[in-house]
């Protein structure tokens, strides 16, 4: 069975940082792209960052580029997502997500697309204070 759960959220000041976790079983990591998505209240899934398999490269979305580093823990099969100069309107709740298709495109933005995600975790809430 294949499990994906986040930890880490929590609420912080704006300019704090947090580290988000995604413990994976039943897959592994390196094997998969990954990918870190957050969703505000009254907003749609955006796909933030993505730590590719099938290309060996890192995707980060305009609105965490510079701010958000995404990397992976091949031997504890952990995904993370270092969080910097957190601001109020990152607050969202934040989910993991794994696609095993080996996707090859030239467009960043399909690493961050959420619906070629089949597997998702639960998610954990990061709240940001201003």
Do not use: H
């Amino acid at each position: 069975e294949v499990q994906l759960v986040e930890s880490g959220g929590g609420l912080v000041q704006a300019g704090g940082s947090l580290r988000l976790s995604c413990a994976v079983s039943g897959l592994a990591v390196d094997e998969y792209n990954m990918a870190w998505f957050r969703q505000a209240p009254g907003k749609e899934r955006e796909g933030i960052s993505c730590i590719s398999s099938s290309t060996g490269r890192s995707y980060y979305s305009n609105s965490v580029k510079g701010r958000f580093t995404i990397t992976s823990d091949n031997a504890k099969n952990v995904v993370y997502l270092q969080m910097d100069a957190l601001r109020p309107d990152d607050t969202a709740i934040y989910y993991c997500a794994a696609d095993g298709s080996l996707r090859l495109s030239p467009l960043a933005s399909d690493y961050l697309r959420p619906q070629n995600y089949p597997r998702w975790g639960q998610g954990t809430q990061v709240t940001v204070s201003s």
